[in-house]
């Protein structure tokens, strides 16, 4: 982790610290660090902050075990603030919100973009045990050809009433689309602009 060039004389030796977390992106809570609590953040990978209440240094969990570990640790320009990003084990909140704000931090959907880096590294460092790296040794006529298979079995399981084989077929239709983008080299961000433009249009 780079060294931190941070300006505790400007704020009183306590700095700002958002911690985020780290899959989803919301912002978990807001804490205040000094020189130690920096220190012992990055060399126990828990975030610890210092707390002006207790007057020590307080590392989020300890009493409750709901640790926030550490990813990552980023000074803002003008080197006064923190941004922390985390991986919380359970509630942030002593409240047991999943954040201090009182917002759900529970989506599932940040899961595509770990499930993207899969796929990547199985194209990239394929394995003779890996399906999908099998997929991108046959080519882009097979990899198309499965979503067309999926999308199909899909609308077949639509018109049934049940659920759990319909989350089957639609987990298999987006895992085989998220290797086809693979393929063609084309980031799920790139189909969200297209979304993002249409929607602009409608409004």
């Known amino acids: 982790m780079d060294v931190l060039n941070i300006d505790f004389e400007k ?7 958002i911690v985020q977390d780290e899959l989803t992106n919301k912002v978990l809570m807001l804490g205040y660090m000094n020189q130690e609590a920096v220190d012992k953040t990055i060399s126990s990978k828990k975030v610890t902050f210092f707390s002006r209440t207790k007057n020590r240094l307080w590392t989020k969990g300890e009493s409750s075990g709901n640790f926030m570990e550490l990813v990552s640790i980023k000074l803002d320009c003008d080197r006064d603030t923190l941004l922390v990003k985390a991986n919380p084990v359970g509630p942030v909140c002593h409240t047991g919100s999943d954040t201090c704000f009182f917002e759900n931090n529970r989506s599932k959907t940040h899961f595509i973009d770990e499930l993207k880096s899969i796929i990547k590294d199985r194209k990239n460092n394929p394995s003779e045990k890996s399906y999908t790296a099998s997929l991108f040794a046959k080519g882009i006529n097979k990899i198309a050809q499965k979503v067309g298979e999926e999308a199909v079995e899909i609308v077949i ?35 969200m602009e297209v979304l993002i433009s249409r929607h602009k249009k409608m409004r």
Do not use: Q, R, S
């Not at 704020?11 to 610290?17: D, E, F, S, T």
């Not at 759990?164 to 290797?179: C, K, N, R, T």
């Open 157 to 191: 399981e639509a018109k049934d009433e049940n659920k759990d084989l319909f989350l089957g077929e639609a987990a298999d239709l987006l895992f085989h689309y998220l290797i086809l983008l693979e393929a063609k080299e084309i980031e799920l961000d790139e189909v």
């Open 11 to 17: 704020v009183n030796g306590l700095v700002p610290a």
